[in-house]
Structure formats: structure tokens, C-alpha cells
């Protein structure tokens, strides 16, 4: 029986040996580190229990629901989701409640952020290359400004001019401020059901963190007879003769041993693997592999005095005066993570570089670097923290540069040629912002693909035609093949759903939205004007413009007027447009049963001369 040797114990190495045990395979794996999970893993101090970041789960994949039950001993808590933003001094619910944005920014901001969304629309930029231009052509440049700008700097040390236009399209697909607004105003009744699961109020969670079904999982695959050997580094990959022949491990006292297979599956970063391959690979492709770039990440772990400190399960920090870019707030995620209840445990995440000057601070001082930025925000107060330690964790996130793509794809050609027998899994392993269900289903695939003895999945294309997950649609589905999407063929539509098709709705909301904007800044800017242009001695402002007055209650040519004017200016515009867009739709509506009933009588008509 033919051996799978599996680098990295995260979600995608232990799920690749859980496939394989299914399927009767022998396997071996091997984790550098001193714990399972990867990423996803839960750590503990002194009885307090912390993810590194926070992770839900939710998934619109069913195999991974399906292995995410088989794997965990225990039941699944379903846990409020309550997450905010920090900006300016204030909080932001994150999802957007348009209310609760308008009053923190005002309504200067709002014109400015509405006048900044019009514009993007009307003149995007063409060629969206950088993650700023994606986002400026759907938000509008002032609210990539306030809300995506610091805090995406913060977590890529980079510029979003220097971020590619892929992790935006990846993380934040078919989110846009029309979809938002929508949903946060009217919910479901008027957008036909679709839901935009970024809004989603509630997740489920494992009781004692992610961690918890990692460690589950591989206690339930050692009784299988799949060993999961953890500090063990792979410090050699040999390979030759078109493939990979075996892996050199070292243990945590420095021996090391050779480990043959048939097949392999890595997990571990890209870069480290080319350098490792034993002989190494030819120049260009070793330096496509340096061109693959991470971002490390930090938490600071602090253990307040007080049983309550905050609501939130998680804030984004989008506040340029303190290094903090996220807070996570444990005993929110799941009161079985504080080991006192009467205490709080808080994450507080720094987005760095291995090696730089927070990275290599000692902890004592990170400890107090958070709790002064903790002050400052006036999150928590540093004389109610009574502990602390600090994780570091390298080669978090890969870098999603200019450069990337290119470098991926030699890299891939190369060991496509060298080494068919070993597939790349997981988020390093493909150099991929992978969440945890996708690269679940990157294992199962190339599990699959061992099995078959074929490789009729290209483990690839887990989450590049698929949306993001949180993006889903309600009624959507998901293909877990990893096959690409494949339209069904003509003949299979009914014809109502060709005549449907070819016949276009209009969104009666996005309609009365554009309409509202229009009208509310309109007149709003058109008032702004007449009044910073005064008048002459003995003129009134503005006496035709006062007329709008008799249609709108309270307005005149006063600025308490203008902002008046523009709430229901906006309201009165929606909700034309609204039903404007019924009535159109009402009048297609009937045009399309008018050709399918001709379309009908002439498929009778053919149908009874074909018999004659």
C-alpha cells in the first residue's frame, strides 16, 4: 500500500490524513511546532485560552460542516457576533447600520462619503490594479479613506497602492456600499432573500476555542494508526527522476532521519520548501520563490480585573496614532476560555515583520506597550491588568504584491514537471489568503486525488471561481469538486427561464437609493451654494429654490433647512424610485407572459404540423 508522507499539522495537513484514514491509507505527519492546528489553534496561558485572531465558523461548503462534525468531540456553541470599528474616537458597528455610521461621521462626512460614491461610479478608475483602486471604484475614495485605508496599511505594512486588486476581489467579493445599505435598512423582505452573510449575527465556535477539533482530530487519527509527530522541522526535500523521493526530518534534540513515500502533501510556506528541495532547483525558480513575501503577526495577551470590558467579540483599530490594528475580546467568543470568570481576557494583535522592532521587543515591554494603547483608546484601563504574555506567530498572512502571481506560476510549472507526486495544501502551501474551509477542501482534494491514483482535481482552483465565504448568498450553492464552474447547457432551461433571462429587472432599492442620493445632495449642494454666494441688500436667499418648500415640510434657504432638505429630499427620492422600478418591472412582467404564450402557440402550432 502506497504511503502519504503530509508536512504541517494545520487544517489542511490533518485533514488530508483524516481523508486518507477514511479511505484505509497509510500516512505520516509532521509539525515543526509544539502544537496542531496551524493558524487555526488554540493557546493557553496560565488557564486562559486565545486564538491567534479569531476564528468562526461558518462555511457554505458542506463536506467541510460534515468533517467539522466528525471531527470535534464536543458540540458546536452558536455565539452572538457583536464587532466594531474605531475610527476618529468613536465606534462603528462593522457590518454597516447606516444610522449608526451617519451619526458618528455627520453629515458633512455623509454628503462628502455620498458625493465620493456617485463620483467612483460615474469615473471609476479603469485599470484596477491595486487594492485602493478596487475598493475606491465600489466604496468611493472617501470611504476607502476612513474605513479600509489605515487599517489594510496597518495589517500588510505596505501601501494599498502596492496591494493587488486580488485580495481585495477575494476577500470582500460582491460587498458594495448599495448591497450594505440595502441590507442594513430593509433586511430581507425587499432584496428577495438574498443575504449578504458578512452580516451574519451569530457564528458557531468550538468551547474551548478552534484548537479544541485540531487537537480532537488528531487524537482520533493516532487511533487509526496516523502519528502525528510534532517538533519535527523537514530540513531536506530529495527529489529526482520526477518525483519526490523522500523528506530529511530533525527533531527537537537536532537528530534527524530520512522518511520515505510514495506521495506527498505540503502545507509548509513556499519558500521555505523550494530552499529546501534537495538538489536545489534551478536559479529562477529558487528566486521566484524569494519573491513570495509574508506578513508575521503578534498578539499581546492581557488579563484584565473586571468581568466585563467591552461587548465586542472582536474591533478593528483604524486609528493611525497606536500600532494595534485588531482587539479580541475571548470570553465573548466563549466563556469556557477565561479561566476565572470574574476576569477578562483580551488579544490584542500587532501585524508585523519577523525580526523588525516590535517583533523582537521583549515581552515585558509589548505588555506594556498594550496597555497603554488599551488606555488610549479608552478600552481598558492599565492599572486593571494583572497579567499578560505575548505570541508571536511567522508567516501569517502571505503578501498579495505586484509580484506574486508571476512567481506562483513558475514555481508551480516547476514542480508540476519535478515533482507530480507532491501537492501543494492550505494557506502558505499555496500562498493563498485560504480561510480555514478552504483549505479543508484543498486536503480533501488532493486526498482524493491519492486515492484515484489520478489528479482529476486541480486543488488550485479551491476558492478562485467560488466566492469568499462570508459573501455567500443564502441561496447559492458551492461546488467542492475544485472543478471549474461549468454552464449547464441550453437545452436544460425551461423556456420561461430563457424569456426571464433576456429580460432584465430593475432593482427597485438600488434604483430608489441612486434617486434618493441624487435628489438629497442635489438640493443639498444646490441650498450650500446660494448661501456661501450671500445675497445683495435688501435680496432673500434663495426665493425660487424656496418653493421646494411647499413639497417638502420645513425646508427653506437656511443651512438647518439644507440638512432638513436632504433627509427628505432623499426619502421622497427612494421612494419614487421605487416604485417607479415596480412599475417597470409590473410592465416587463406582463411583456414576458405575452411572448411566452406566442412562443407556446407556436410550439403547438410546429408540434401539430410535425404530426401531420
Not at 91 to 115: D, S, T, W
Not at 259 to 266: I, N, T
Request: a negative charge.
Amino acid at each position: 500500500m502506497s504511503k502519504t508522507v503530509i508536512i504541517g499539522a494545520g487544517p489542511a495537513g490533518l485533514t488530508a490524513a483524516w481523508e486518507l484514514a477514511r479511505h484505509g491509507r497509510e500516512a505520516v505527519v509532521y509539525e515543526q511546532d509544539g502544537i496542531v492546528g496551524g493558524i487555526s489553534r488554540t493557546c493557553e496561558y496560565n488557564g486562559y485560552r486565545f486564538d491567534i485572531g479569531g476564528h468562526r465558523f461558518f462555511t457554505k461548503v458542506e463536506k467541510v460542516r460534515e468533517l467539522w462534525s466528525e471531527m470535534l468531540d464536543s458540540e458546536f456553541l452558536v455565539r452572538p457576533r457583536l464587532s466594531r470599528i474605531y475610527y476618529d474616537h468613536k465606534f462603528f458597528h462593522y457590518p454597516l447600520k447606516p444610522m449608526n455610521a451617519l451619526l458618528g461621521l455627520g453629515p458633512v462626512e455623509a454628503v462628502r462619503i455620498g458625493v465620493s460614491y456617485l463620483w467612483a461610479q460615474a469615473f471609476p478608475a479603469r485599470d484596477e490594479k491595486s487594492f485602493e483602486d478596487w475598493v475606491s471604484n465600489r466604496f468611493g475614495r472617501r470611504l476607502f479613506e476612513i474605513f479600509f485605508k489605515t487599517y489594510t496599511e496597518k495589517v500588510w505594512g505596505m501601501s494599498c497602492k502596492e496591494i493587488t486588486a486580488d485580495w481585495a476581489a477575494q476577500r470582500i467579493k460582491d460587498l458594495d456600499l448599495v448591497t450594505a445599505v440595502r441590507q442594513a435598512l430593509i433586511g430581507d423582505l425587499l432584496t428577495r432573500g438574498k443575504v449578504v452573510t458578512t452580516l451574519i449575527e451569530q457564528f458557531h465556535y468550538p468551547e474551548h476555542g478552534p484548537g479544541e477539533m485540531w487537537e480532537s482530530c488528531t487524537r482520533r487519527l493516532a487511533e487509526k494508526g496516523i502519528a502525528t509527530h510534532l517538533e519535527h522541522r523537514v530540513v531536506s526535500v530529495r527529489w529526482g527522476e520526477g518525483r519526490v523521493q523522500a523528506i530529511v526530518v530533525e527533531d527537537a534534540e537536532g537528530t534527524a532521519r530520512q522518511v520515505a513515500g510514495d506521495h506527498f502533501l505540503s502545507s509548509m510556506p513556499i519558500r521555505t520548501l523550494l530552499h529546501a528541495m534537495d538538489p536545489a532547483p534551478p536559479k529562477a525558480v529558487v528566486e521566484a520563490a524569494d519573491k513570495l513575501r509574508y506578513r508575521d503577526y503578534l498578539t499581546v495577551i492581557l488579563v484584565v480585573d473586571r468581568d466585563e470590558v467591552f461587548p465586542d467579540n472582536w474591533i478593528y483599530i483604524h486609528s493611525p496614532e497606536v500600532k494595534l490594528g485588531r482587539i479580541q475580546n475571548y470570553k465573548n467568543w466563549s466563556p469556557a476560555m477565561v479561566a476565572d470568570p470574574t476576569k477578562t481576557a483580551l488579544g490584542l494583535e500587532y501585524f508585523v515583520q519577523e525580526h523588525d522592532e516590535i517583533w523582537s521587543a521583549p515581552d515585558e515591554d509589548l505588555i506594556e506597550l498594550g496597555k497603554r494603547e488599551c488606555q488610549q483608546l479608552g478600552l481598558a484601563q492599565g492599572a486593571d491588568v494583572i497579567d499578560g504574555t505575548v505570541i508571536r506567530m511567522p508567516k501569517a498572512y502571505p503578501v498579495y504584491d505586484g509580484v506574486y502571481q508571476d512567481a506562483l506560476a513558475e514555481i508551480r510549472e516547476w514542480l508540476a514537471a519535478e515533482a507530480p507526486n507532491m501537492q501543494l495544501i492550505g494557506r502558505n502551501g499555496q500562498h493563498r489568503y485560504n480561510n480555514q474551509d478552504h483549505s479543508m477542501m484543498t486536503a480533501v482534494l488532493a486526498a482524493e486525488n491519492i486515492v484515484a491514483g489520478t489528479d482529476a482535481h486541480d486543488v488550485w482552483n479551491v476558492n478562485v471561481e467560488d466566492e469568499y465565504h462570508e459573501e455567500v448568498r443564502a441561496e447559492q450553492t458551492v461546488s467542492t469538486s475544485g472543478d471549474r464552474a461549468v454552464p449547464g447547457k441550453v437545452a436544460d432551461e425551461t423556456i420561461s427561464e430563457l424569456i426571464e433571462g433576456a429580460f432584465a429587472r430593475y432593482d427597485a432599492v438600488a434604483l430608489g437609493s441612486a434617486i434618493g442620493v441624487v435628489g438629497a445632495l442635489g438640493l443639498f449642494l444646490a441650498t450650500a451654494a446660494l448661501l456661501l454666494a450671500g445675497a445683495g441688500p435688501g435680496e432673500e436667499i434663495g426665493p425660487n429654490l424656496s418653493l421646494v418648500g411647499n413639497y417638502l415640510v420645513g425646508y427653506e434657504a437656511t443651512w438647518p433647512g439644507a440638512i432638513l432638505g436632504f433627509f427628505e429630499a432623499g426619502i421622497f427620492g427612494f421612494g419614487a424610485g421605487f416604485v417607479l422600478a415596480k412599475l417597470i418591472n409590473f410592465v416587463i412582467a406582463a411583456e414576458e407572459q405575452r411572448i411566452l404564450r406566442s412562443v407556446e402557440e407556436r410550439a403547438v402550432d410546429l408540434f401539430e404540423g410535425s404530426d401531420r
